[in-house]
T-cell receptor
Framework: SQTIHQWPATLVQPVGSPLSLECTVE??????LYWYRQAAGRGLQLLFY??????ISSEVPQNLSASRPQDRQFILSSKKLLLSDSGFYLC?????????FGPGTRLTVT | AQTVTQSQPEMSVQEAETVTLSCTYD???????LFWYKQPPSRQMILVIR??????QNATENRFSVNFQKAAKSFSLKISDSQLGDAAMYFC??????????????FGQGTELSVKP
């Protein structure tokens, strides 16, 4: 069966520091992968998606970036965090119809 | 562009009773998928139910069922025999059938459901 992992689970970072969040998927090959951000417990905003290694589509212009160095690895990065980057970050992979989500990373920028 | 609207920020139901959560969406496409996801306090997103737009029959998963009104672009979730474990944020989501946008989901803003014992 497929499993999706995210780490770290919780992160507290100062403004201006770099960021790296990692997502890995097991049990499937060449999945479509997605990064979402959820602010204040409300709706999810799609940040990036990837249909294959090295292929990244950005949905929202911002100071974040994403990379897919391996088939089942998806990384969300920033060179300098802003206060507005605080939130809950979810990674997902696409099944036949729906998406399946990881446990998420809670990021607090101080 | 497609949009999803959940007009009820909060709902409350008595344990063992039935509650209906509302969702409307806007699209010019005829083929798509609709979903309800549940997000409990752990914040793990859990798929509750899926509806394919080409199917007239409403989807059902145990105590969860939907009322899909394609012409009205309405997709409500009914929870029967509510349980304390149903307390969560519920999100309605839309996805195009075509994959030229990567199969991304468009979410509503969510409805916070509380269950009273």
């Amino acid at each position: 069966s497929q499993t999706i992992h995210q780490w770290p689970a919780t992160l507290v970072q100062p403004v201006g520091s770099p960021l790296s969040l990692e997502c890995t998927v097991e049990g499937t090959s060449n999945p479509n992968l997605y990064w979402y951000r959820q602010a204040a417990g409300r709706g999810l905003q799609l940040l990036f998606y990837s249909v294959g290694i090295g292929q990244i589509s950005s949905e929202v212009p911002q100071n974040l970036s994403a990379s897919r160095p391996q088939d089942r690895q998806f990384i969300l990065s920033s060179k300098k965090l802003l206060l507005s980057d605080s939130g809950f970050y979810l990674c997902a992979w696409r099944g036949t119809y729906e998406q399946y989500f990881g446990p998420g990373t809670r990021l607090t920028v101080t | 562009a497609q949009t999803v609207t959940q007009s009820q920020p909060e709902m409350s139901v008595q344990e063992a009773e039935t509650v209906t959560l509302s969702c409307t969406y806007d699209t010019s496409e005829s083929d798509y998928y609709l979903f309800w996801y549940k997000q409990p306090p752990s914040r793990q997103m859990i798929l509750v139910i899926r509806q394919e737009a080409y199917k007239q029959q409403n989807a059902t998963e145990n105590r969860f069922s939907v009322n899909f009104q394609k012409a009205a672009k309405s997709f409500s979730l009914k929870i029967s025999d509510s349980q304390l474990g149903d307390a969560a944020m519920y999100f309605c989501a839309y996805r195009r059938v075509l994959y030229n946008q990567g199969g991304k989901l468009i979410f509503g803003q969510g409805t916070e459901l509380s269950v009273k014992p």
